[in-house]
């Protein structure tokens, strides 16, 4: 059983470019959730994607968009980038079943730094 | 008010010390409380989780959850080096997870 996984490691892009980070699900799950992890602070939650789908979303501006693809697997895009998007932006799986808790596995994150 | 507040510390102890790490949080209707373990460059990985109000012993970890006062802990007993890291509690209702601002901690050999 593969864990999460996500690419890059580490980005250095500049204000106003766009960004796409990927994320590869833990085996059988078929839920994804986005994070956005300032340094110092707790992760913040961007949005999560269930079957292909929006399925909540945090206090982010609409350039922070995703995708979440039939295998599983996610991407999170951010337009128009600004210098307080430098953080590390975590991908976390799970699977959505009949319980009310569904453990989340984290990846490593991607390390973005705007400049 | 946020709906996890948490004290980042640093906390720094000596080896064989009892840790105690501690978060409030703000909606009453919040059921599971989770205790996350994150090391540098790493994305956090859950320790325990606990229902409601009431205690939660695995190993040399114990999580407490008393609702009335809305306050959660986590106690680490023997702490060890390898317990060097940041310890974020967390809550969520429907989908969002809600994390504290996680506590540094560093414990001396």
């Known amino acids: 059983e593969t864990g999460v996984t996500q690419s890059p490691t580490h980005l250095i892009k500049t204000r106003g470019q766009q960004v796409t980070l990927r994320c590869s699900s833990q085996?059988?799950?078929?839920?994804v959730s986005w994070y956005q992890q300032a340094l110092g602070q707790g992760p913040q939650f961007i949005f999560q994607?269930?079957?292909?789908?929006?399925?909540g979303r945090g206090n982010f501006p609409p350039r922070f968009s995703g995708l979440q693809f039939p295998n599983y697997s996610s991407e999170l895009n951010v337009n128009a980038l600004e210098l307080d998007d430098s953080a590390l932006y975590l991908c976390?799986?799970?699977?959505?079943?009949?319980?009310?808790?569904?453990?989340?596995?984290f990846g490593p994150g991607t390390r973005l730094t705007v400049l | 008010q946020k709906e996890v507040e948490q004290d980042p510390g640093p906390l720094s102890v000596p080896e064989g010390a009892i840790v105690s790490l501690n978060c409030t949080y703000s909606?009453?209707?919040?059921?599971?409380f989770m205790w996350y373990r994150q090391y540098s460059r790493k994305g956090p990985e859950l320790l325990m989780y606990?229902?409601?109000?009431g205690n939660k012993e695995d190993g040399r970890f114990t999580a407490q959850v008393d609702k009335s006062s809305k306050y959660i802990s986590l106690f680490i007993r023997d702490s060890q080096p390898s317990d060097s890291a940041t310890y974020l509690c967390?809550?969520?209702?429907?989908?969002?997870?809600?994390f504290g601002t996680g506590t540094s901690l560093t414990v001396i050999p």
């Open positions: 085996s059988g799950h078929n839920t």
């Open positions: 967390a809550t969520f209702t429907g989908n969002q997870f809600y």
């Open positions: 994607y269930y079957r292909e789908e929006e399925n």
């Open positions: 606990t229902y409601s109000s």
């Open positions: 976390a799986s799970s699977w959505t079943g009949q319980g009310p808790y569904n453990e989340q596995f």
């Open positions: 909606n009453s209707a919040f059921q599971y």
